[in-house]
């Protein structure tokens, strides 16, 4: 299975916010309980404030696959090699 990393486009918006919210949710569920996590996804990983994000003109966005599977992102923002 070959791993391959790509530069997101506008066009990933909703499956960059889609892959947000389930790492999170995969990540920190077991120390929540339901209502607690679907409060904090609703607040802090909104599926519309996500996309804003990802089609900001400062930041940029990479996608990782696995077989053609997305399976993460990494964010950083222009300037931040510099």
Known sequence: MPISIRYATEN???????????????????????????KFLNEQFNRDKLISEVTGPDNIFLLVFDDEIPVGYAKMRHGDFS
Do not use: C, H, P, V
Not at 28 to 35: A, D, R
């Open 12 to 38: 990933d918006a909703e499956l960059i916010a889609d892959l947000s919210r389930k790492t999170f949710s995969e990540t920190f569920g077991y120390l929540n309980t339901k209502e607690n996590m679907d």
